[in-house]
């Protein structure tokens, strides 16, 4: 009934051989913040049932945990669930068993992106990307600035497409031209490289 | 004359404020005077990174918002933000550093080599603004200072998302009803509104346009069926998705969705008689002033000259 297209390019589950390198994934992804809390999953479904975003999603939710707790690392890392989140913490407030499913959504995007096998399809990437390097800049976010990296990174047609949500936001004055600095854009900055050299660019 | 007494606050804006979000900053600001708010705007604050530095780096996203937390700790204030999602990240990071010992050492060793040590709280009361004026201010104190009652205005209360979600604070995290509670003591009237706690989409109208514009779609609808004249939220982010995409679902749908999208700092500074003009009512792209005109036709005087200007 919606004329809307949904981008569900669902993929059919692959068959991966258990391959040693991918036994520890569960590991890893349990050593994130939040990520430990899929222990406790049951595989009710309720975050599934719950998620708005669930039918664009290559894997729902509770597929998800179930792929990790099955080392499953390729097809777990290279979906496009993690990035479809919205993070509205619905499935989290619902979940009988404890899960944190946002939080295990974020570990597996940070995850991702340390191992580049999200950059390739993941527009949300590039937005985060575009993001966190506006705050590196600034130590604020400045919308413009934003938009304009991220439209850089390669979606040229839909830098089209928003161009008349743009054009209206910057007629009524919603859309500054110049970025705010903040004094201590430089120490931020600094506090950030730390982090980043210590983690090696993720967690 | 009685002087009544000022609650003061340390006052997290957010990055949205100083741009899509303009006509909350200062409708806020105007509110705040009204009710004897004093908001003390943190001392050169960061951005709090929101869902995509989360998703990002942890130590990192970690380690930028517990600089703010540290501001904030140096003062005795409860530290109150307007923004959901600064909300939520504020709240999550303040948590984790407290529930993972090894990600707090690692965060306080990222701080110091910055250039300025700094030391947080173990527990900030951190709250959204719409929580300080349910709660702190009352629904009693501000019907007392109400001089443009809404006169029966049908208004669907969009609360969003993470306001109420994940952590279970001042309503419920499926049903919240303040915004309700809200229009009605302003002498609005609140529509049945399923859709109240619905995700608008986030980010995703940038990285997956389909979907963000699938999840405005459904909620505006919802507002449409109720016979809502206006929707009202909490939220710069649901604000800027409701009402800049609208025109893009009409040309895509054929749909005809027209509905403005009020910030509650709004509909309270109207009611509470401050000039529409200094609460931003004309920087929504959905024109709010029709709706407000067709309530107000007459009495008003210079309302009516103001708000005629552009509809």
Known sequence: MIGIKRDNHRRKPAVVRDRPEERDFVREVESVPGGETIRSCIQCGTCSASCLFASSMDYTPRMMILLTKANRR????????????????????????????????????????????????????????????????????HELGVMLDFYR???????????????????????????????????????????????GGAR | MKTEKIRKYSYFPGCAMDGTAAAYKMSVHEVAKVLDVELIELEDWNCCGSTASASVNGVASHSIVARNLALASEKEWDLVTPCSSCYTVLKNVQANVQRYPDL???????????????????????????????????????KAKVTRSLNGLKVAPYHGCQIVRPW????????PESLDRMVKALGGEAVEFPMRAACCG??????????????????????????????VTACPLCQTNLDAYQGRINRRLG????????????????????????????????????????????GDEALVRHLSVRS
């Not at chain 1, 995850?111 to 966190?132: C, I, P």
């Not at chain 2, 279970?168 to 049903?175: A, I």
């Not at chain 2, 509470?272 to 309530?295: H, M, N, S, W, Y």
Request: proline letters at 5%; hydrophobic letters at 45%.
């Open chain 1, 153 to 199: 990174r390669g979606n040229l047609l839909s830098a089209i497409k928003a161009l008349p949500v743009g054009l209206a936001l910057f007629a009524r004055g919603r859309i500054p031209l110049k970025p705010i600095r903040i004094r201590a854009a430089k120490e931020l900055a600094a506090i950030i490289e730390s982090a980043e050299s210590e983690t």
């Open chain 2, 255 to 298: 749909t005809k969705y027209n509905i403005p999208i009020f910030f509650f700092t709004q509909l309270l500074g109207f009611a509470l008689g401050i000039d529409p003009k200094a609460l931003g009512i004309e920087k929504g792209i959905v024109p709010q002033e029709t709706v407000l005109l067709k309530r107000w036709p007459l």
């Open chain 2, 202 to 231: 986030a980010s995703l109208m940038l990285s997956a346009p389909d979907v963000g514009l699938d999840a405005v779609r459904r909620i505006i609808d919802c507002a449409e069926k109720a016979q809502a004249e206006c929707i």
């Open chain 1, 74 to 141: 390729k097809e777990v890392l290279s979906s496009n669930t993690m990035w479809i989140c919205a993070s509205c913490y619905l499935c989290t407030v619902r979940c009988p068993a404890g899960v944190e499913i946002t939080s295990f959504m974020h570990a597996l995007e940070s995850l991702a992106a340390r191992d580049g096998d999200g950059k390739d399809r993941s527009a949300a990437l590039k937005l985060y990307s575009a993001f966190m390097d506006s705050i590196r800049k600034n130590g604020r976010v």
């Open chain 2, 104 to 142: 707090k050492v690692r965060v306080e060793e990222v701080l110091r080599n910055g250039r300025a040590p700094y030391t947080f709280k173990p527990f900030l009361n951190i709250r959204h603004l719409l929580e300080v004026v349910m709660q702190d201010v009352g629904l009693e104190a501000i």
């Open chain 2, 168 to 175: 279970f604070t001042f309503d419920d995290p499926e049903f």
